[in-house]
């Protein structure tokens, strides 16, 4: 059964373009979220996906958007990208239940580090 | 709001060595707590979930154990091997999202 994958796992870019970020989760899961790692903050939560519904949002400026596919897969996109953004993006997915309750495993990416210039 | 705090923040110990991580958080009303290996610059591996509803998981040399009440988690790594060295971090689930320790980073010398 294949993990869930991340595209590109590299890049670069320059302040003030965007970004698109890929990740296409386990197959039969339903919720993908999306967190970015940097040295100083840790992993924080950005948004999550149940249905092609964000259900949940983190503490992070409207530059960062997503959304999700009837396959489930989902993008992140980062806009007018800051020295900041630098970062580790991770996606995660896990099962859902009927009741749409998510109190199952994450599982995650490898990720995309982004790099900012 | 949930803080998740995890000590120490690095630890080396020679091969062959039990250790233990720990992690607490601040407010009990949790759904889950998930505990994940992160080898540098790769992704999260998941090692053990244990439900708001269970004291403790076991997988092989892991074992992790959870008391809701008092806000703690420990993962109690038996025999250590070089292989183990990695950032183990704990994550609690409160609604749909998960909070994060900012890890332990654990290095076992052979």
């Known amino acids: 059964k294949a993990g869930v994958t991340q595209t590109p796992r590299y890049l670069i870019k320059t302040r003030g373009q965007q970004v698109t970020l890929s990740c296409s989760p386990i197959s039969g899961h339903r919720s993908v979220s999306w967190y970015q790692q940097t040295p100083g903050q840790g992993l924080q939560f950005l948004f999550e996906?149940?249905?092609?519904?964000?259900?949940n949002k983190g503490n992070f400026p409207g530059r960062f958007s997503g959304r999700q596919f009837s396959n489930s897969r989902s993008e992140m996109n980062v806009s007018t990208l800051e020295l900041g953004d630098s970062a580790l993006y991770l996606c995660?997915?896990?099962?859902?239940?009927?009741?749409?309750?998510?109190?199952?495993?994450?599982?995650f990416g490898e990720g995309s580090r982004l790099t900012v210039l | 709001k949930q803080e998740v705090t995890q000590i120490p923040a690095a630890l080396s110990v020679p091969e062959g060595e039990n250790l233990v991580l720990n992690c607490s958080f601040t407010?009990?009303?949790?759904?889950?707590l998930q505990w994940f290996r992160q080898d540098p610059g790769k992704g999260l591996t998941s090692l053990l979930l244990i439900q708001s509803s269970q004291r403790e998981q076991t997988s092989g040399r892991l074992n992790a154990s959870l008391d809701k009440s008092s806000g703690r988690s420990t993962l109690y790594i038996a025999a250590s091997q070089p292989g183990d060295s990695a950032t183990y971090l704990c994550?609690?689930?409160?609604?749909?999202?998960?909070?994060f320790g900012k890890g332990t980073t654990l290095s076992v010398s052979s």
């Open positions: 407010d009990s009303a949790i759904y889950n």
């Open positions: 994550a609690v689930k409160a609604g749909t999202a998960l909070i």
């Open positions: 996906y149940f249905s092609e519904t964000q259900r």
């Open positions: 995660a997915s896990s099962l859902v239940s009927i009741s749409g309750l998510n109190t199952g495993e994450l599982f």
